[in-house]
């Protein structure tokens, strides 16, 4: 039998706990402090920044600041879909109680929903029956809660989208800026080669 | 209509609320039209240009031209600004809004954040036109190696409060 449960409604995975493998601070002096909502973690976003500074490896100060935004940007990405993932939690009792209004008759769906979502045990026995004899899963919870709020969750999605463009414009800023610095000291060796070999 | 007794009464009234009289009063008064302060330049906040000056003197390096100075003060201010945007944005969220609210807020925001982007990776572009001290390539010329300049700098880190969001806004009506 299908068991529905308040917390068994979430769109995604959302982790936020790092493994803390290399040693670096996002504190770093002029570039100011991390910028953290209440409830995140500072060791998460450190680590997250020593793994993106560890592959970019910045070789001057401007490609410091790009590793603070990509940083940033994948932890507003990160930050984004985990607030979808509460909202879609949150907001589960609305799905049931749409799904029971087609399944059930009387009027006091959003009441039972409401119980059922507070953990209520008559209430989780009502729905869990319901569903079971349409045949129905958390999925169908999951589908109705998101209709019930699809344009929140539209905006958050641009709003993610709009920072994954961001972030993968610092990169492809970074890979511009590289590929300049590599064709001017390509153009300055010989120059530089000659002046140093006193034979030539 | 309003008859001429009350009219005297009500010019009577006004006589005596003729706006902010005190330093105080006027000095509050003249923030009532203020949002957010994001439109206006960081480099006009007192307590953004330590911040801003030495994020430039660590981007240009020790010894650089007075043009390459100047176009990292432009990258260095644009960055402030950009944190300052951040910083708004992360208190916008622990004030635990609904959801449509925060949604529309934030979009309104965004547009800062992007033109502050935009000026930023502009100056970045010209600062890298710049010739760069006398041997012209990095960190081999006068121009001090960006990694000493960054550990002078680190060792004198800036304190939070240097970045105004730490510290709690207020409602500019009150």
Same mark, same amino acid.
């Given at each position: 039998?299908?068991? %529905?449960?308040?917390?068994? =409604?979430?769109?995604?995975?959302?982790?936020?706990?790092?493994?803390?493998?290399?040693?670096?601070?996002?504190?770093?002096?002029?570039?100011?402090?991390?910028?953290?909502?209440?409830?995140?973690?500072?060791?998460?976003?450190?680590?997250?920044?020593?793994?993106?500074?560890?592959?970019?490896?910045?070789? @001057?100060?401007?490609?410091?600041?790009?590793?603070?935004?990509?940083?940033?940007?994948?932890?507003?990405?990160?930050?984004?879909?985990?607030?979808?993932?509460?909202?879609?939690?949150?907001?589960?009792?609305?799905?049931?109680?749409?799904?029971?209004?087609?399944?059930?008759?009387?009027?006091?769906?959003?009441? =039972? *929903?409401?119980?059922?979502?507070?953990?209520?045990?008559?209430?989780?026995?009502?729905?869990?029956?319901?569903?079971?004899?349409?045949?129905?899963? =958390?999925?169908? %919870?999951?589908?109705?809660?998101?209709?019930?709020?699809?344009?929140?969750?539209?905006?958050? /999605?641009?709003?993610?989208?709009?920072?994954?463009?961001?972030?993968?414009?610092?990169?492809?800023?970074?890979?511009?800026?590289?590929?300049?610095?590599?064709?001017?000291?390509?153009?300055?060796?010989?120059? %530089?080669?000659?002046?140093?070999?006193?034979? !030539? | 209509?309003?008859? /001429? &007794?009350?009219?005297? +009464?009500?010019?009577?009234?006004?006589? &005596?609320?003729?706006?902010?009289?005190?330093?105080?009063?006027?000095?509050?008064?003249?923030?009532?039209?203020?949002?957010?302060?994001?439109?206006?330049?960081?480099?006009?906040?007192?307590?953004?240009?330590?911040?801003?000056?030495?994020?430039?003197?660590?981007? *240009?390096?020790?010894? !650089?031209?007075?043009?390459?100075?100047?176009?990292?003060?432009?990258?260095?201010?644009?960055?402030?600004?950009?944190?300052?945007?951040?910083?708004?944005?992360?208190?916008?969220?622990?004030?635990?809004?609904?959801?449509?609210?925060?949604?529309?807020?934030?979009?309104?925001?965004?547009?800062?954040?992007?033109?502050?982007? +935009?000026?930023? &990776?502009?100056?970045?572009?010209?600062?890298? +036109? %710049?010739?760069?001290? /006398?041997?012209?390539?990095?960190?081999?010329?006068?121009? &001090?190696?960006?990694?000493?300049?960054?550990?002078?700098?680190?060792?004198?880190?800036?304190?939070?409060?240097?970045?105004?969001? @730490?510290?709690?806004?207020?409602? +500019?009506?009150?």
């Amino acid at each position: 039998m299908n068991t %529905v449960t308040a917390n068994s =409604v979430t769109t995604s995975t959302v982790t936020t706990s790092i493994p803390n493998t290399l040693a670096a601070s996002s504190d770093s002096g002029v570039l100011g402090p991390a910028i953290l909502v209440a409830g995140e973690s500072s060791e998460a976003y450190d680590s997250l920044f020593a793994r993106i500074r560890a592959v970019v490896e910045p070789a @001057d100060m401007l490609e410091e600041i790009w590793v603070r935004d990509v940083t940033d940007l994948a932890w507003e990405v990160s930050r984004l879909r985990r607030i979808k993932a509460h909202l879609m939690q949150a907001c589960a009792h609305e799905g049931v109680a749409k799904a029971l209004s087609h399944l059930r008759t009387g009027n006091n769906h959003y009441i =039972v *929903a409401r119980h059922w979502f507070a953990g209520d045990a008559e209430a989780a026995q009502i729905v869990n029956t319901t569903f079971a004899a349409a045949g129905l899963t =958390v999925d169908a %919870v999951t589908a109705l809660t998101m209709s019930e709020r699809i344009d929140e969750i539209e905006r958050i /999605e641009l709003m993610t989208i709009a920072a994954e463009r961001r972030r993968d414009g610092m990169l492809r800023e970074l890979e511009r800026r590289r590929e300049n610095i590599a064709a001017k000291l390509q153009r300055a060796l010989p120059a %530089v080669e000659a002046a140093s070999d006193p034979q !030539a | 209509m309003t008859s /001429e &007794k009350k009219r005297r +009464a009500n010019r009577r009234n006004a006589r &005596k609320c003729t706006g902010p009289r005190t330093a105080a009063g006027k000095a509050r008064s003249a923030r009532n039209a203020l949002r957010h302060g994001l439109a206006r330049p960081a480099r006009l906040e007192a307590r953004l240009v330590q911040a801003i000056g030495e994020l430039a003197r660590v981007i *240009a390096g020790e010894g !650089a031209s007075p043009d390459r100075r100047a176009h990292a003060v432009r990258i260095a201010a644009a960055h402030v600004e950009i944190m300052r945007m951040r910083q708004v944005k992360r208190d916008l969220y622990s004030r635990s809004l609904n959801c449509d609210k925060l949604a529309s807020q934030l979009e309104k925001l965004d547009r800062y954040e992007r033109r502050a982007l +935009a000026r930023r &990776k502009r100056a970045m572009r010209e600062f890298d +036109a %710049v010739p760069e001290g /006398e041997a012209g390539l990095n960190g081999f010329g006068k121009t &001090k190696p960006y990694l000493l300049v960054h550990q002078e700098t680190s060792r004198r880190a800036l304190d939070r409060s240097a970045y105004p969001a @730490d510290q709690p806004r207020r409602c +500019a009506q009150q």
